[in-house]
């Protein structure tokens, strides 16, 4: 292979993945309360799990939208790994569109389409939009209509995934607070009346994703 790239299955610190050396970009999305029971019960704890990804002399890309309490960590780790950190600019971004379907916005002069829905999408469009470009700046071939091309591009099945708009059916995995939220923030953008079913494992947090 070219280039890989290689997700990590859980934390990062003691995963199978966290094998290789030092990569071309490191790249941390966003930090939330999830697999407790291995990784830690607070934000710090998890980051600090994360952040064993970050290798000796690289670059990290980080999520814009990060917690503070995780991003405090991202930034230690980071500079006690002589790492250039790299994060987007959220706020820059200049939403065109958003919908159920999906959004339309300028980031870092180029106009992005996603077929995702949610402001967390755009966060995480600008978190790959900084990777891309970190490694256009260590001298990949990556064009700015090739960026514009595969962001258009993706998509992801069980996410405010729209099986039906007329009804509207929408179906989403989202098994945390912090995905619950994400697309409480959506539904509520809704002028209509809405009927959820929800069903979630007793081990995850039922019923603050309930509330």
């Avoid at 670059?59 to 987007?88: D, F, K, S, W």
């Avoid at 706020?91 to 829905?117: Q, T």
Wanted: aromatic fraction near 4%.
């Amino acid at each position: 292979c070219d280039i890989v790239c290689l997700e990590v299955g859980l934390g990062g610190r003691f995963d199978a993945t966290n094998v290789i050396g030092t990569p071309e970009a490191s790249v941390i999305c966003s930090i939330s309360l999830d697999h407790v029971e291995i990784l830690g019960h607070t934000l710090s704890q998890i980051a600090m799990e994360k952040c064993g990804i970050i290798k000796p002399h690289g670059i990290t890309v980080c999520y814009p939208l990060q917690e503070p309490e995780a991003l405090a960590v991202i930034m230690e780790h980071a500079a006690e790994n002589e790492n250039l950190l790299v994060m987007g600019n959220f706020a820059s971004a200049e939403i065109l569109e958003e919908n159920m379907l999906g959004s339309r916005f300028v980031y870092r002069d180029m106009e992005l389409e996603l077929s995702m829905a949610g402001q967390h999408q755009i966060a995480n469009a600008i978190t790959a939009v900084e990777t891309l470009l970190t490694l256009r700046s260590k001298g990949y071939a990556l064009s700015d209509t090739a960026i514009k091309e595969g962001l258009a591009s993706v998509r992801f099945p069980a996410r405010l995934e729209v099986l039906s708009r007329s009804p509207l059916i929408v179906l989403d995995g989202a098994h945390n607070l912090s995905g619950m939220e994400a697309l409480e923030r959506v539904v509520a953008s809704l002028d209509k009346k809405v009927t959820i079913i929800m069903g979630m494992l007793s081990d995850k947090d039922y019923q603050a994703c309930a509330a």
